[in-house]
């Protein structure tokens, strides 16, 4: 079984940084697609970023693009390092893994194994 565990997140005043961090254990991961995921109080779950290891390629949300940046140490570890944050990036974070052997899955049915999330407070 694959065991996720988040940690990094926090309250933070608007336009600062926070940093994000998932470790994945169980079995070997190089196949598996990392991703980060938010839910927002009365809101659905979204896709904000993701990695594929296997090829290094990435995909972000509109919403994050040029203030988000995801990066993967090994197969295992994920990290995501947010800067300029806003108001609206107020939402449990959570990271997912998926099997996709090539390509960045970002809908949440498409990941199997999730991490308990970590809250992201963004004050204005």
């Known amino acids: 079984q694959v065991q996720v565990v988040e940690s990094g997140g926090g309250l933070v005043q608007a336009g600062g940084s926070l940093r994000l961090s998932c470790a994945a254990s169980?079995?070997?991961?190089?196949?598996?697609?990392m991703a980060w995921f938010r839910q927002a109080p009365g809101k659905e779950r979204e896709f904000v970023a993701a990695?594929?290891?296997?090829?290094?390629?990435t995909n972000y949300a509109d919403s994050v693009k040029g203030r988000f940046t995801i990066s993967r140490d090994n197969a295992n570890t994920l990290y995501l390092q947010m800067n300029s944050l806003k108001p609206e990036d107020t939402a449990v974070y959570y990271c997912?893994?998926?099997?996709?052997?090539?390509?960045?899955?970002?809908?949440?049915?498409?990941?199997?194994?999730w991490g308990q999330g970590t809250q992201v407070t963004v004050s204005s």
């Open positions: 997912a893994l998926g099997y996709a052997p090539r390509g960045i899955p970002s809908s949440v049915g498409e990941y199997a194994y």
């Open positions: 169980g079995r070997t991961l190089s196949t598996y697609v």
């Open positions: 990695n594929n290891w296997n090829y290094g390629t």
